[in-house]
């Protein structure tokens, strides 16, 4: 199976992934909305996806997966034109249609994780894209969760790579990225999926690249204590799915750190870089 099919398999099962359960820490009424209306992927994530099947494909030793499923738009080709218009209605169909300056970018992000020799010697052999399917257990409950494990390098059997693109990855602007988008929280998952399964991973590492030349490379992993920090997020989310779903009764406004709805008037505190005096 091809990494965009293995993608698309993924994406098909209806078990609980990370991603889905984000919503549900701002509240039950985010989550339901999300379900129903999922995010409409952007450039930059449908950027990210063709790194992933350029890269992987590549890695996995399938260098003609990225052509059944992408195609280049070449340079100065209009789809307001006619040439333009019947290029897009008969060589591209069937496919994701990529733009050559969008293609340029890939494969400058693919020649700099190679030519890193820390990120490099992760992907020097390895197995990619792997889907793992557990439950996990809350309270008692048993929800049914999955998660699809960018890289496992065959050297390092303890380790789980994540590939991620990133505008800026030094540290503290790709710390704050991290903080935003939760990557403790995945971090955390997937171990707890992974030990499910028998397989207990010691680091879960991030290989962060950017998108733009000369296209940096960095690699970190999560400290222990931003793990147990990760945990008590997921295992908040499925407490507030488990309540929600037991009341009937999806609020918009949820008490923080807990799944009691919010109600009444709510103290505002200002961040100390917002009083500047």
């Not at 965009?4 to 509240?27: D, H």
């Amino acid at each position: 199976m091809s990494i965009a099919e293995q993608i698309k398999t993924y994406r098909a099962n209806p078990n609980i992934n990370v991603s889905s359960l984000k919503p549900m820490l701002k509240s039950g009424a985010e989550y339901q909305y999300r379900l129903a209306n999922p995010i409409v992927p952007t450039e930059a994530m449908l950027l990210g996806t063709a790194l992933d099947v350029y890269f992987f494909g590549m890695m996995a030793g399938s260098v003609l997966d990225f052509a059944t499923h992408y195609i280049v738009k070449p340079e100065g080709v209009s789809f307001s034109t006619k040439d333009g218009k019947s290029w897009r209605d008969n060589d591209a169909v069937g496919k994701e249609i990529i733009t050559f300056k969008d293609m340029e970018r890939v494969k400058g992000m693919t020649e700099a994780l190679l030519a890193e020799p820390d990120a490099s010697a992760f992907f020097n052999a390895g197995k990619a894209q792997v889907p793992v399917y557990q439950n996990i257990d809350v309270d008692g409950t048993d929800f049914p969760c999955k998660g699809l494990a960018d890289w496992r390098p065959s050297r390092y059997p303890d380790v789980v790579v994540d590939l991620k693109k990133a505008a800026d990855v030094e540290s503290r602007a790709f710390g704050k990225q991290a903080v935003r988008l939760h990557y403790a929280m995945q971090a955390a998952f997937y171990q707890k999926l992974f030990v499910q399964m028998g397989e207990p991973i010691k680091y879960f590492c991030f290989v962060a690249v950017e998108p733009e030349p000369p296209h940096a490379v960095e690699i970190y992993s999560l400290s222990e204590d931003d793990l147990t920090y990760g945990r008590r997020l997921y295992e908040l989310a499925l407490r507030r799915l488990i309540a929600c779903h037991d009341s009937g009764k999806w609020p918009s406004r949820m008490k923080d750190g807990t799944s009691e709805p919010r109600t009444g008037i709510t103290e505002l505190v200002l961040p100390t870089w917002g009083r500047p005096i």
